[in-house]
């Protein structure tokens, strides 16, 4: 009876340490507004035919930067409203996991703006991107790994199908669209109806 | 404590949200282990609203220590004698 007892206390306890280095923000908002911008983006530049190298990676730049900077405004704002610090150890952790993927990606987007080969550079992107929220994803809400993992195979998919002219057709800012629109918008919604309050024990 | 065991720092509503607990619950059991010198409050203010964390003590760490090698020791007892 005791020895049950304790093993379940040790449990618990390992559970609640799990748990207290979660990040618990909702992420419907954070996704749904990435998607909005990422559509929003793509049309626009898909219309005004964003193509040739440079300016291809300087507007997705800053469109990476607006997206970036709304998803922080959203946190901080959930962070005040529940009387909490924007950077608890849990978003300080998850900063670290993206920042490695994030500068590889401004690399990637380096070496094209100096080398072209902007087809290539969505899919790379969006693997890159995938590694980073998998990365993230140990210290979110399991569904995040399993997005990020999702972006790295598409990515791949893609590199390879790119790289053995197998995908002839894959205008990069409807894959931009696509990627970091639509997929996020319907993660968004997704969450949306699934994401709730959590309750561990 | 096995929250604050594992993160530096925690907020009042982490606290309650992570334990599903009342407002009047947590405030209870937080005064009972700072009365104990297991865990330090902080309060500040930012933005005009105040912020309540919590944070584990050496006491309190060397405590719940103490107390997960007892649990430890239980099981591990039982273990032998099966």
Known sequence: ?201 | MSLLAATPQLSFTEMRDTLAMTDGNITAHVRTLHEAGYVSVTKEFKQGRQLTSYSITREGRKAFSAYIDLLEKIVEQTRKKE
């Open chain 1, 1 to 201: 009876m005791q020895e049950n007892w304790a093993a379940e206390h040790l449990q618990v306890i390992r559970t609640l340490m799990e748990r207290s280095a979660v990040y618990r923000r909702a992420l419907a908002p954070l996704m749904t507004f990435a998607g909005v911008v990422g559509t929003a983006a793509a049309a626009i530049a898909w219309q005004q035919r964003i193509d040739s190298p440079r300016p291809f990676v300087l507007y997705w730049s800053i469109v990476s930067l607006v997206a970036l900077a709304g998803a922080f405004v959203l946190v901080r704002r959930q962070a005040i409203r529940a009387g909490e610090v924007v950077w608890s150890p849990p978003m300080r952790r998850i900063g670290q996991a993206l920042l490695p993927g994030l500068f590889v990606g401004a690399v990637a987007g380096g070496v094209v703006w100096f080398l072209g080969g902007v087809l290539m550079l969505p899919a790379i992107w969006a693997s890159i991107y995938g590694c980073a929220l998998h990365a993230a994803g140990f210290f979110m809400p399991r569904g995040i790994r399993l997005f990020g993992g999702c972006f790295v195979v598409a990515g791949a998919v893609l590199i390879l199908g790119i790289a053995a002219e197998r995908i002839d057709w894959a205008p990069p800012n409807l894959v931009m669209g696509f990627f970091f629109g639509l997929i996020h918008l319907a993660y968004g919604i997704y969450l949306y109806f699934t994401e709730q309050r959590r309750n561990p024990l």
